[in-house]
């Protein structure tokens, strides 16, 4: 009884070359980034060494680290009196982006109706809203949550209402003629196809929703312990405390950072299995 050998199959040339490609844009990827990172802050540094640059108008990296560290306590206690507005906002608009996008998709009138007003909203700036809002809303928290909604709701909304509308219209008419009710067409068809719609306006939202939190700091102006980073940064700006403003613009651009992230990752996995856009990732 002989035992059959089995040999690898050699790539051809060019699909050598496509999987080297794939390998190198992989590594890339993550490599140039950092490298350009790196660099960066290594001329931030020199800049400050070679200018003899005061630290009270650019202080040199080490420095915010060292203030970032000493004042961790403030800082990092700030930053969840802004988280927590962040999350709030976000799941807010969540919750009134879906509901509405639903009322919409059931209802052409209801979204003729109502969609301009959700437009106007959107595109007026929140600084020229929020003295309304300040003279007819009394609760600081309520303010700023307020104000962060406003920014992130729109993405969700848009983004929802798109994909509930853009279902196959051959999907639609099978799912009638087997008698469906518009209720199941909803569950069964038009909420998945519109899944990835709605990932995608939520890792804008989720951005977005920080951002409108961190305006709303400033244009309210609290103040206090119980403050959250953009008051840290305005009493930085006055004390000229550069060093302690650097740290918390770090600490923003990196919860901004994980923030969509951590929404990416979620997109991924809800879409992984079934949608071509995470297929392809995986390929």
């Given at each position: ?137 009394d609760n600081q928290t309520a303010k700023l949550l307020l104000c962060a909604w406003i920014v992130a709701f729109f993405p969700i909304l848009s983004n929802t ?57 400033f244009v309210a102006g609290t103040s206090g312990q119980a403050s959250g980073l953009a008051s840290r940064i305005i009493e930085a700006g006055y004390r000229l ?43």
């Amino acid at each position: 009884m002989t035992t059959l050998e089995v040999r690898p199959v050699a790539l051809d040339p060019e699909e050598a070359r496509r999987v080297r490609q794939q390998r190198l844009e992989k590594i890339g990827g993550w490599v140039l980034p950092l490298a350009i990172m790196v660099v960066s802050v290594w001329l931030w540094d020199r800049l400050c060494v070679w200018n003899d640059i005061p630290k009270y108008i650019l202080p040199r990296p080490g420095v915010v680290l060292q203030t970032l560290q000493d004042d961790a306590p403030l800082l990092f206690s700030s930053l969840w009196v802004t988280l927590k507005i962040t999350f709030l906002s976000l799941a807010l608009a969540i919750v009134g982006g879906v509901g509405l996008a639903v009322l919409f998709a059931q209802s052409k009138w209801v979204e003729m109706s109502f969609f301009p007003f959700a437009v106007i909203l959107q595109v007026t700036p929140i600084v020229a809203i929020f003295p309304l809002i300040n003279i007819y809303v009394d609760n600081q928290t309520a303010k700023l949550l307020l104000c962060a909604w406003i920014v992130a709701f729109f993405p969700i909304l848009s983004n929802t209402t798109l994909g509930l509308n853009s279902v196959d219209r051959n999907l639609r008419d099978l799912f009638r003629l087997n008698g469906a009710s518009r209720w199941q067409e909803l569950w069964h068809l038009r909420l998945p196809a519109a899944m990835p719609y709605f990932l995608g306006g939520l890792k804008i939202a989720g951005g977005l929703s920080l951002i409108g939190a961190v305006v709303a700091e400033f244009v309210a102006g609290t103040s206090g312990q119980a403050s959250g980073l953009a008051s840290r940064i305005i009493e930085a700006g006055y004390r000229l405390n550069a060093p302690r403003l650097f740290a918390a613009l770090i600490l923003i651009s990196v919860t901004g950072i994980v923030i969509f992230l951590v929404l990416s990752l979620l997109s991924h996995l809800v879409l992984r299995r079934w949608h071509e856009s995470a297929l392809k990732q995986e390929a």
